[in-house]
């Protein structure tokens, strides 16, 4: 009686045993598959980081005026004949934009270089 309730304890116990063991390894399986799409995130987040540079970069001014000032450009700077400079009072800025829309956060003159 004492040998088959001892075998009994020993078959509970190595049971135990291999179920915590069981859990552990896939807690560390999923330590592993969490990193490495934390990895992946922030490959990606770089990524996206370098092309959002390359777009701000294309729309420069300082890239534009590379592309104006090629020699094989279609497109001319205009001379100052055909220029008109028009003279707008701030009290008429202010009655067409409105005094709120004449004040712009820099974040807000950062979208506008998006514009079309």
Excluded at 11 to 34: E, H, N, P, R
Excluded at 41 to 58: E, H, M, P, R, S
Excluded at 88 to 94: Q, S, V
């Amino acid at each position: 009686m004492r040998l088959a309730r001892f075998f009994l304890i020993m078959i509970v116990l190595t049971s135990l045993s291999l179920a915590y063991t069981y859990l552990q390894v896939q807690i560390f399986d999923l330590a592993y598959a969490g990193k490495s799409k934390e990895l992946r995130i922030q490959k990606l987040a770089d990524d996206n980081g370098d092309v959002f540079y390359d777009i701000c970069t294309l729309k420069s001014s300082n890239h534009l005026g590379v592309k104006l000032l090629a020699d094989n450009s279609k497109m001319k700077f205009l001379d100052n004949d055909h220029i008109v400079q028009l003279a707008a009072p701030f009290a008429l800025m202010i009655a067409l934009f409105g005094f709120q829309r004449l004040k712009m956060t820099r974040r807000q003159i950062f979208w506008l270089a998006f514009l079309p």
